[in-house]
């Protein structure tokens, strides 16, 4: 089972999220910290705080792109959550969504706490398999937007279950725009934005 948390920034927020990710899980994770050379810092610093490091020799990676990366000589039995390096889990964070992806229907299952309704959700737990039978992580889009894709296609399908007590909060102010600018700036925003309606219309492809 596998936490993967794509890097960017926030070196001292990452070091002290590492520890709490897995002492809060409720069974054995393992985390996997991953970014390109632009924060080649933060995964070693993550290493050394528990973690698995991997640092791409691309100067700068995208948030699907790492998580293509990390997870592409995984089986597809293997459960993962896409977990972003600025959030706060509450007690049993994991174990309360595995519940519901062992025993129920659903295939992805979104951690509450980060604001939306309840068919969508910015993380989410999910098994190798099911993401490359959507074609693998969205890496076609910059940054936004694909946690978007998954969610709704997994809603469509009658599979998608967002967990009430599984809890990740952003630890940061709206958007994480005063801490992470780059990943959200408006031309980016309006790129993944365009590239989601288009792909949606056209039946998740193009």
Known sequence: MYAVLPCHKRLQATTELIPRLIQTAGTKI????????????????????????I????????????LDLATRDLPDSAIVANVAND??????????????LVNAKY????????GHPEFHACHFMTRMGYIRSLGGWPVWYEHNFGD???????????????????????NHPIMGKPMDEAHHDIPSMDRDRALFERRRKNGWSG
């Open 148 to 170: 978007t894709e998954i969610c709704q296609r997994a809603f469509t399908q009658g599979v998608f279950y967002k967990a009430p007590w599984a809890v990740l909060y952003h």
């Open 30 to 53: 393992q985390v996997i910290a991953i970014s390109g050379q632009e924060s080649a810092d933060v995964v070693r610093a993550a290493a050394s705080a528990g973690a698995r490091g």
């Open 55 to 66: 640092i791409s020799t691309e100067p700068r990676m995208t948030y699907w792109r790492a």
């Open 107 to 114: 295939e992805v299952i979104g951690f509450n706490g980060d």
């Open 87 to 100: 959030v706060l889990p509450v007690w049993r964070w994991w174990s309360h969504a595995e519940l519901h």
